[in-house]
């Protein structure tokens, strides 16, 4: 042995690190954290101010205020449904939905080792339209609605895991395919059921509802969406750090300890019920969980501890954001899934082009 | 040949292939040319275009092309949704009825005129799939004189026919002159001119006596918008709809007249912007009075809180879209916007519909073709009409 | 403690008795033992490594460990950008309940192995943009951070400089000097016998030989395993102390095969 005592202690005894000065990436998670949920709140109280029925901005305030403090009533019975029955259920039908996409599309893309997927891309969007069109179309309630979504999103996903998992994980070109071929699948049999309802009844509801639209946002609704969302949604939360080992692989995983096989059902199971929740009250409105994990990436890096939650603040406020637009632009509606692709895909190419080696090393 | 007509005059050309937006801002053009000319008219309409030559017959369609037949047309196929029962009225019989669209068919299932005639219920509806694209083999099977298509929707819907070898008589859609002009088309074709003369003549005698006799109104008139009826999702009927038409002929305002489109989808602020007096909901789906009156996201909406929402009524055909029985909803909704509850509708109706299909509704058809059950929540329709 | 018992692999056990890449491999490591496995390319290293580590099931034979056993794997890469630090607190995996995140202690046992490695200093920087010598040590820091009783090591100085090869040996040596059961392929007799208490030869199918590294090791055998000529040199580097014995290749000759 030649190498010198010393030397030897040298390299064993380096303490734990002083943790004193944080490094940049962690005072940027910690601003991100702490500044998202007061960015969520803001945004969700400028978008109740605003829409086609003008209501004044401090009467929207009074009007939220009166609803917990005795104020005295300056404003209309209509400036009080504009704002509570109308904008309210919306903004928050708005933010569930943003938040449950954009958590869906960061644990997809951990789930699959794969940046370039998300719930549309992998054909869940579809099959949970298929499994809600089939709920209209017989006529059963919103439930029904919920269940046949989550079951052919789950269904879909299933689909796509294992053709895209013959032999060992699969380069993201295959599961990207996989998931192409599986929601060109659904979308077929969406088109069969709009081909056999009713043109003037089930029909109608059903393009409406595929459409992406949140204009006919309700409390019930918000209801439907928020039990799945949450759920499913409190489940990834909880797993977040767990995400970013499966994210290593199998083989790593396995390694380290993680059964990767339970772990990547249950994410799948929690994200499918999300998908259900989101599809079924708002039909499919893309790009949101392809962009906005790309976004929380950018900003706080990959670690699904702080990912996860910046990805669901993010996905909140920019749903919200988007759909203020739409309804406030012109006086006929723009689709709301018109413009999260106008303004996503633009948006992803940006990225794409800037800072690919940032947000992934090998894709 | 009228001025109405010459706008879309192709003598020989090919059928015009611009897209279909072109075609609506046009119909605009045309709506209000059409609206301010037609009082002068007179009943050109009926006679220009024809010419006999022999025991051959040729007819020009509303797109300005001409197409010749043996004779009158016996056995008929029609794809837009309105043609099959218009076909039927102006006829005087079912019979000529070799094919429709599946979607005539659900207007008819249910309707006076599945009663009046129960055979159209038999009548093969496998001619057309999505957007009104034929099914040329079907088609071909029912062996038609004649094809009624829309004209105004482009070649690729047209064509296909026309390679078949069948004869194809193409309309246009959306104002007054469209629908006379139908009206008159149907007549040539079918030998039934005489009947054909009798539906222009009421609908321009209507016309005429709903322009001197409504009362004149101080300030602004009342707003009625129309709604298509789907039970999710506010469609109004724009600035270039037939609903437009019919809402400024009875001296009503439109409110969505800014939006210059057939139809367009609006959000619930946009409704408690406009608050419109009078809210009409069409049959283009399940959508009723009560459903609004409980919504509560609505409960400050004026029609609301006035109760004056109401289900459009359906007989032979939906009353919302431009048909033969557009007079009667002309003077329905002259009712409800003045206040006068259209006395003598009913017996109008009963008329009416003796000439049109031959039979005389009941009492209890009465009700529901003027959707009394659906509109008993909503104001001064009690008995409507009698 | 890890123990196998007549291992073999074969990708065509029925067919042909040649195709044996290995067989009838049998040890018993206790604590504080270091195998080293040399032989040529394709001879079933990494196979018979990831035997041992569960991560292959062999077609003959069976493994038994007295706890988990951690796997350093040669080439690795990640799909997302996860800091030195991340990569480490990975291994307390095994260690934290399933809706738990990494705690305090969690934290500070990475930064003890991320300096026992001697990269203290990369604990903030993206894995991905690490040299492979440098990825390899954040790797051998996740396994120490997981405590796992046995550490199987594919080729963990094969990226490394000089130095580095020299620290990570030392590690490797101190790890086991405090009870790790550790096994390690290598191409460097030196290595080997630098730190080994076992060598293993690969020649290929049933000639597998297992011994104590020093009566192992020769220049015959090595030169009779790669097919090259080798000489052992004796060295007296330090005056006072013990002469060390190296095995050294011409690379100018190879042996008639």
């Known amino acids: ?363 | 040949m009228p001025a109405v007509f010459s706008r879309r005059t192709q003598p020989s050309g090919p059928p015009d292939p611009r897209p279909s937006l072109d075609v609506s801002r046009r119909r605009l053009l045309g709506g209000a040319l059409a609206a301010a000319t037609l009082p002068f008219l007179g009943t050109a309409c009926g006679r220009t275009e024809q010419t006999k030559s022999g025991s051959g017959l040729t007819v020009t369609d509303l797109t300005g092309q001409k197409l010749e037949l043996p004779g009158p047309a016996h056995r008929v196929v029609t794809i837009p949704l309105p043609a099959a029962s218009m076909v039927v009225a102006v006829n005087g019989g079912p019979e000529v009825l070799a094919g429709m669209n599946a979607a005539s068919l659900t207007a008819i299932k249910g309707s006076f005129l599945g009663e009046a005639y129960p055979e159209l219920l038999k009548v093969p509806t496998d001619v057309a799939g999505a957007e009104f694209a034929p099914n040329v083999e079907s088609v071909l099977a029912r062996n038609p004189d004649v094809v009624i298509q829309w004209g105004d929707r482009g070649p690729g819907i047209v064509d296909p026919l026309r390679k078949a070898g069948l004869k194809v008589a193409q309309l246009t859609y959306g104002t007054q002159a469209d629908l006379e002009g139908a009206v008159a088309m149907y007549g040539r074709l079918l030998g039934k001119q005489d009947r054909a003369d009798r539906i222009a003549d009421g609908m321009r005698r209507q016309l005429k006596k709903l322009r001197t006799e409504l009362p004149g109104r101080a300030g602004t008139p009342p707003s009625v918008l129309y709604l298509r009826g789907a039970s999710d999702g506010l469609q109004v009927g724009g600035g270039d709809s037939y609903n437009h038409f019919v809402t400024e002929l009875v001296g009503g305002r439109n409110p969505a007249a800014e939006i210059k489109a057939e139809q367009a989808t609006i959000d619930v602020e946009q409704l408690l912007k406009w608050d419109p007096d009078i809210i009409l909901l069409g049959n283009f789906g399940p959508a009723t009075p009560k459903d609004m009156y409980d919504d509560p996201t609505l409960a400050a909406l004026r029609a609301v809180r006035e109760r004056r929402i109401y289900k459009v009524p359906l007989g032979g055909y939906r009353w919302d879209p431009p048909s033969q029985e557009s007079p009667l909803m002309w003077q329905w909704l002259a009712g409800l916007v003045h206040g006068t509850g259209g006395p003598g509708l009913r017996a109008e109706v009963v008329r009416e519909y003796a000439f049109l299909y031959g039979a005389k509704p009941t009492d209890a058809q009465l009700d529901t073709i003027l959707k009394l059950p659906a509109n008993s929540g909503s104001r001064d329709y009690d008995d409507f009409g009698r | ?257």
């Open chain 3, 1 to 257: 403690m890890l123990e196998f018992d007549g291992l073999g692999f074969s990708h065509d056990p029925g067919q042909d008795p040649g195709r044996w890449l290995f067989r009838d491999v049998s040890h018993k490591l206790a604590p504080g033992e270091v195998l080293t496995v040399l032989g040529p390319n394709g001879r079933g290293k990494t196979t018979l490594l990831r035997c041992v580590a569960g991560l292959t099931t062999p077609t003959e034979g069976r493994v038994r460990a007295d706890g988990a056993v951690g796997f350093v794997p040669q080439s690795h890469h990640t799909t997302f950008a996860y800091t030195a630090l991340d990569m480490v607190l990975m291994g307390r995996v095994r260690h934290l309940r399933a809706l738990a995140t990494p705690g305090r202690r969690d934290h500070e046992l990475a930064y003890g192995a991320l300096g026992r490695v001697g990269i203290g200093h990369l604990a903030d920087r993206d894995y991905p943009t690490l040299s492979g010598g440098e990825r390899q040590l954040v790797l051998i820091a996740r396994a120490i951070a997981a405590q796992g009783p046995v550490l199987v090591l594919d080729e963990p100085a094969s990226a490394l400089d000089l130095r580095n090869q020299g620290r990570v040996l030392d590690l490797l040596r101190g790890l086991a000097d405090e009870g790790l059961a550790i096994v390690l392929t290598t191409h460097h007799p030196d290595h080997a016998m630098e730190i080994a208490d076992t060598a293993m030869l690969m020649f290929g199918g049933t000639d597998v030989r297992i011994g104590p590294a020093d009566e192992l090791l020769t220049d015959s055998a090595v030169g009779a395993l790669y097919g090259v000529r080798a000489h052992t040199l004796v060295l007296n580097e330090d005056p006072g102390g013990a002469p060390r014995r190296v095995i050294v290749t011409r690379y100018d000759q190879e042996l008639p095969s």
């Open chain 1, 1 to 363: 042995m030649t190498t010198s005592a010393a030397e030897r202690t040298g390299a064993r005894d380096h303490g734990p690190e002083p943790a004193a000065a944080p490094a940049f990436g962690r005072r940027r998670q910690r601003s991100a954290l702490i500044g998202l949920p007061v960015a969520v709140l803001l945004t969700g109280v400028i978008a109740l101010g605003v829409g086609r029925y003008t209501v004044g901005f401090d009467d929207v305030v009074r009007i939220l205020l009166g609803q917990v403090l005795p104020i005295e009533r300056t404003w209309s019975d209509t400036e009080e449904a504009a704002v509570l029955q109308v904008r309210l259920p919306r903004v928050l039908l708005a933010m569930l939905v943003g938040a449950g996409l954009a958590v869906c599309g960061a644990a997809l893309q951990a789930v699959f080792g794969n940046p370039i997927v998300s719930p549309q891309i992998l054909g869940v969007s579809s099959g949970a339209s298929f499994g809600g069109a089939l709920a209209i179309v017989l006529g059963l309630g919103s439930t029904a609605l919920v269940l046949g979504s989550f079951g052919f999103g789950l269904l879909a996903l299933v689909a796509v895991f294992a053709t895209s998992r013959v032999r060992g994980p699969a380069p993201p070109l295959t599961i990207v395919l996989a998931g192409i071929v599986v929601g060109a699948f659904f979308s077929a049999l969406v088109s069969l059921l709009t081909y056999l309802a009713d043109p003037y009844g089930e029909l109608q509801s059903i393009v409406f509802w595929l459409l992406g639209s949140l204009a006919t946002a309700t409390y019930g609704k918000v209801a439907v969406a928020a039990v799945p969302v949450l759920l499913g949604g409190a489940l990834i939360y909880a797993l977040r750090w767990r995400i970013n080992v499966l994210s290593l692989g199998d083989e790593d995983a396995m390694t380290l300890g993680l059964r990767p096989r339970r772990l990547r059902w249950l994410l799948l199971t929690a994200v499918a019920a999300v998908v259900a929740g989101a599809v079924a009250v708002s039909g499919v409105i893309g790009w949101v969980g392809l962009v906005v994990p790309h976004l929380a990436r950018l900003w706080v890096g990959p670690d699904h501890r702080v990912l996860i939650p910046v990805s669901l603040g993010l996905g909140a406020a920019y749903l919200t954001v988007i759909d203020t637009v739409t309804r406030n632009l012109g006086v006929a509606e723009i689709p709301l899934g018109v413009l999260t692709a106008l303004v996503g895909a633009p948006v992803f190419l940006l990225l794409l082009h800037r800072s690919r080696r940032r947000m992934w090393s090998d894709a």
